[in-house]
C-alpha cells in the first residue's frame, strides 16, 4: 500500500503530460516557505484581503444577522491571522457565535486554538480535525444553530475548472438554507501584476515549487538535481489561470525509490505544480449559480483586486 504522496507522484510523473499536486506543497518548510510569501510584497493577496476584513466586518456582521447564535466554520483555517480580525470584531459587538476552524492537520489546529486562545481569551473556540465535507455534515447533523462557513484567502483558485463546482456542490449539500458560505476569490487584474505575485524577485515562489521535489527527494528517496529544474508561472487573462510549470533545463533521468520508477525527462519538459486562478465578478455568480447559491454580497478592497464573496 502506497502512501497518498507516493501515490499521487507515481501518477502524476507516469502521465503525459507530467504533474505533481499543491496540496503537497505544506511540509513543514512549505508552510515556513508560504508564510515568507505571504509577507512579500508582491503576493498582494493577503494584505489586500486583510483590507476586505478591515473595512467590510461592519457590513459582513450585517449581512449574516449578529442577531442569531452561529457557528462559525473556517474551512483550511492556517495560522488565522487575517480571520482574527473578523473574530475579535464580533467579540466586541457581543455577538453570540463559536468559532470552528476546520482543517486536516491535528498539529496546524493545535497551534492555531492555543494562539487564538492567549489573543482572543472569551473566544469559544471549537477546533475541528478532518475532512471538510464530514465535518461540515458532522455538524449539520448534530447541531442545529446557524453555520456561516469561511473558505478564504483564494484557496479556491486552487481547483481546476473541472473540480472547483464538484467542491461547492458538496459544501452545498452539507449546508442548510439560511446558512452562509464566504468565498475568497482573488480577482483579474493587470497580468504583469499576477505574474510577479507568482514569481517574486527574492525567489520565495520558486523555492516554494522546488520544495516539493526536495520533499519527494527526503520521503520517497528520489534523486532530483533541483539546479535542473527552472521555476516558470504563466497567466492566462482569458481563463484566469495562473500556472506555475517546473521545467527540467536538460534531458535528465530521476529515480524515484519508493514508487520503484525512473522517470524520463526531455529537455525543457515541464511539470505542471499548481494553479491559481483569478475571476471576474461576472464569472463568481456564475459559480455560485451553477452550485446552487446566490450571491448575496461581494465585499470589495479599495482597489478592486480582491473579493470575499458572501454566498447563501
Ligand atoms: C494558498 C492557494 C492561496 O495560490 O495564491 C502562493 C498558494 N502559490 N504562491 C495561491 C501560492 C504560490 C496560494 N494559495
Given at each position: 500500500?502506497l502512501d497518498?504522496?507516493a501515490?499521487?507522484v507515481?501518477?502524476g510523473l507516469?502521465?503525459?503530460?507530467?504533474?505533481?499536486?499543491?496540496k503537497?506543497?505544506?511540509?513543514?518548510?512549505g508552510?515556513?516557505?508560504?508564510?515568507q510569501i505571504?509577507a512579500?510584497e508582491?503576493?498582494y493577496l493577503t494584505?489586500?484581503?486583510?483590507?476586505?476584513f478591515?473595512?467590510?466586518?461592519?457590513?459582513?456582521l450585517?449581512?449574516?444577522g449578529?442577531?442569531?447564535?452561529f457557528q462559525l466554520?473556517?474551512l483550511g483555517?492556517?495560522?488565522?491571522?487575517?480571520?482574527?480580525?473578523?473574530l475579535?470584531?464580533?467579540?466586541?459587538?457581543?455577538?453570540d457565535f463559536?468559532?470552528?476552524?476546520?482543517?486536516i492537520s491535528?498539529n496546524?489546529?493545535?497551534?492555531?486554538?492555543?494562539?487564538m486562545?492567549?489573543?482572543?481569551?472569551?473566544?469559544?473556540?471549537?477546533?475541528l480535525?478532518?475532512?471538510?465535507?464530514?465535518?461540515?455534515?458532522?455538524?449539520?447533523?448534530?447541531?442545529?444553530?446557524?453555520?456561516v462557513?469561511?473558505?478564504?484567502?483564494?484557496?479556491?483558485g486552487n481547483?481546476?475548472?473541472?473540480?472547483?463546482q464538484?467542491?461547492?456542490?458538496?459544501?452545498?449539500?452539507n449546508l442548510?438554507s439560511?446558512?452562509?458560505?464566504?468565498?475568497?476569490?482573488?480577482?483579474?487584474?493587470?497580468?504583469k501584476t499576477?505574474?510577479?505575485?507568482?514569481?517574486?524577485?527574492?525567489?520565495v515562489?520558486?523555492?516554494?515549487?522546488?520544495?516539493?521535489?526536495k520533499?519527494?527527494?527526503?520521503?520517497?528517496g528520489?534523486?532530483?538535481?533541483l539546479?535542473?529544474f527552472?521555476?516558470?508561472?504563466v497567466?492566462d487573462p482569458?481563463?484566469?489561470?495562473?500556472?506555475?510549470?517546473?521545467v527540467s533545463?536538460?534531458?535528465?533521468?530521476?529515480?524515484?525509490?519508493?514508487?520503484?520508477?525512473?522517470?524520463?525527462?526531455d529537455?525543457w519538459?515541464?511539470i505542471?505544480?499548481?494553479?491559481?486562478?483569478?475571476?471576474a465578478?461576472?464569472?463568481i455568480?456564475?459559480?455560485?449559480?451553477?452550485?446552487?447559491?446566490?450571491?448575496?454580497?461581494?465585499?470589495?478592497d479599495?482597489?478592486?483586486?480582491?473579493?470575499?464573496?458572501?454566498?447563501?
Amino acid at each position: 500500500m502506497l502512501d497518498p504522496l507516493a501515490r499521487d507522484v507515481k501518477i502524476g510523473l507516469t502521465s503525459q503530460p507530467k504533474r505533481l499536486y499543491s496540496k503537497y506543497f505544506y511540509d513543514a518548510r512549505g508552510d515556513g516557505l508560504f508564510q515568507q510569501i505571504m509577507a512579500l510584497e508582491e503576493y498582494y493577496l493577503t494584505r489586500a484581503e486583510l483590507e476586505v476584513f478591515q473595512t467590510q466586518k461592519e457590513r459582513l456582521l450585517q449581512i449574516i444577522g449578529g442577531e442569531e447564535t452561529f457557528q462559525l466554520v473556517e474551512l483550511g483555517a492556517g495560522d488565522g491571522q487575517k480571520t482574527k480580525v473578523l473574530l475579535e470584531y464580533f467579540q466586541q459587538q457581543n455577538v453570540d457565535f463559536s468559532y470552528c476552524p476546520v482543517d486536516i492537520s491535528e498539529n496546524v489546529l493545535q497551534q492555531l486554538e492555543k494562539r487564538m486562545r492567549a489573543e482572543i481569551p472569551d473566544l469559544t473556540i471549537k477546533p475541528l480535525a478532518g475532512d471538510y465535507f464530514d465535518v461540515l455534515a458532522d455538524l449539520k447533523f448534530k447541531n442545529h444553530s446557524k453555520t456561516v462557513a469561511f473558505f478564504l484567502g483564494s484557496n479556491i483558485g486552487n481547483f481546476l475548472a473541472d473540480k472547483v463546482q464538484q467542491f461547492l456542490v458538496s459544501i452545498h449539500d452539507n449546508l442548510r438554507s439560511g446558512d452562509y458560505l464566504m468565498i475568497g476569490f482573488d480577482l483579474k487584474k493587470d497580468p504583469k501584476t499576477i505574474l510577479k505575485a507568482y514569481n517574486d524577485s527574492k525567489g520565495v515562489t520558486k523555492a516554494f515549487n522546488l520544495n516539493l521535489l526536495k520533499r519527494i527527494n527526503n520521503e520517497l528517496g528520489a534523486n532530483f538535481d533541483l539546479d535542473k529544474f527552472q521555476h516558470n508561472p504563466v497567466y492566462d487573462p482569458q481563463t484566469g489561470e495562473c500556472r506555475s510549470y517546473l521545467v527540467s533545463t536538460e534531458e535528465q533521468e530521476v529515480t524515484i525509490a519508493a514508487i520503484e520508477k525512473t522517470v524520463h525527462f526531455d529537455a525543457w519538459e515541464p511539470i505542471f505544480m499548481e494553479v491559481s486562478k483569478k475571476y471576474a465578478p461576472k464569472e463568481i455568480e456564475e459559480l455560485a449559480q451553477a452550485t446552487g447559491f446566490k450571491v448575496v454580497e461581494n465585499l470589495y478592497d479599495s482597489q478592486k483586486r480582491f473579493a470575499d464573496s458572501v454566498w447563501q
